[in-house]
């Protein structure tokens, strides 16, 4: 008993050295990397601040403010600073891309103003994943669209598994862009955990260029870019599901995206050929 209780303890702390030593050499600085921030005002109206959480838009009108996720920690505050500085006395209608609380951590900020999510959520789920404060005002089941000055905002509800049970995205009719949330990432490896589908993600991938007629995208993490983005994160998928079945391309596959932001075994191309194979083994 002794000797099975002394490999359970050196086991134990080789895993805890490994958690450690994941922790420092790519976690922390993901994490110091994803809390800088960047205003790009990208025109009279529309403001995007990217990183500090999930990357996020402020679009201005007569009547009415949008705000696009609120991210997370110090950066949820100085972004809700910065809305209400446009804002002044007009009411702020938020939307959450999706529960996770890099795009959601602001909400408490903006309560008693309009907040939409998508309708796939139960309010258990939202509340394990993103808290009390800030719950959604609405719960979005297929899309509205919002008059925003001299555009047109549409909201979709994708309805389906995709990044998560219910993510939702903005269109901008006008403008000719669109926020992907984390359906839509540029130069970095996804998250696919819980009910997150690949096969999803390429799906829905091909059906949004049918959708509207995208020149810009602003992804969830990363850049904002054109239609390349959309493009860009199509190859990665279909690259990672040959790699799922091809064991002989798999390393000149994967070495295609070393540049990219990822964490091993949480969000890297191993992970996603990890989902595929999952997805084929049912």
């Known amino acids: 008993m002794k000797k099975i209780l002394k490999w359970i303890g050196i086991i134990v702390l080789l895993l805890v050295a490994v958690a ?7 976690l922390r600085p993901f994490m110091e990397k994803m809390k800088v921030t960047e205003v790009v005002q990208y ?11 999930g990357n996020s838009g402020i679009l201005n009108s007569d009547s009415i403010v949008m705000v696009i996720d609120t991210k997370m920690d110090a950066a ?7 809305v209400k500085q446009i804002a002044g006395n007009k009411p702020i ?20 103003q309009t907040i939409l ?3 796939n959520y139960t309010r258990e789920q939202w509340t394990k994943q993103a808290g009390d404060a800030g719950m959604p005002t609405i719960w979005l089941k297929d ?22 049970e219910s993510d939702v995205m903005v269109y901008l009719h006008r403008r000719k862009m669109l926020f992907g949330g984390d359906v839509i990432l540029n130069k970095q490896a996804p998250v696919l955990m819980g009910r ?40 990665y998928f279909n690259d990672m599901k040959l790699a799922a079945t091809d064991d002989s391309k798999k390393d000149e596959l994967v070495a295609k995206y070393k540049d990219w932001n990822q964490i091993p075994i949480l969000m890297s191309p191993g992970a996603t050929i990890s989902a595929f194979k999952k997805n084929n083994s049912k």
């Open 20 to 26: 450690g030593t994941l922790y420092l050499i790519y």
């Open 43 to 53: 025109d009279k109206d529309l403001t995007i601040v990217l990183g500090g959480g």
């Open 76 to 82: 949820a505050e100085d972004l809700y600073k910065k």
């Open 93 to 112: 209608f938020v939307v959450n891309t999706h529960v996770h609380s890099d795009h959601t951590k602001g909400n408490k900020y903006y309560q008693g």
């Open 117 to 119: 999510a998508g309708g």
């Open 143 to 164: 899309k509205m669209d919002l008059p925003m000055g001299d555009d047109t905002a549409t909201i979709i509800n994708l309805q389906k598994n995709i990044h998560t």
């Open 196 to 235: 997150a589908d690949p096969e999803a993600y390429l799906a829905t991938i091909d059906m949004l260029p049918k959708l509207f007629d995208i020149q810009k995208i602003v992804p969830g993490h990363g850049q904002i870019g054109g239609i390349e983005v959309l493009d860009n994160f199509r190859q």
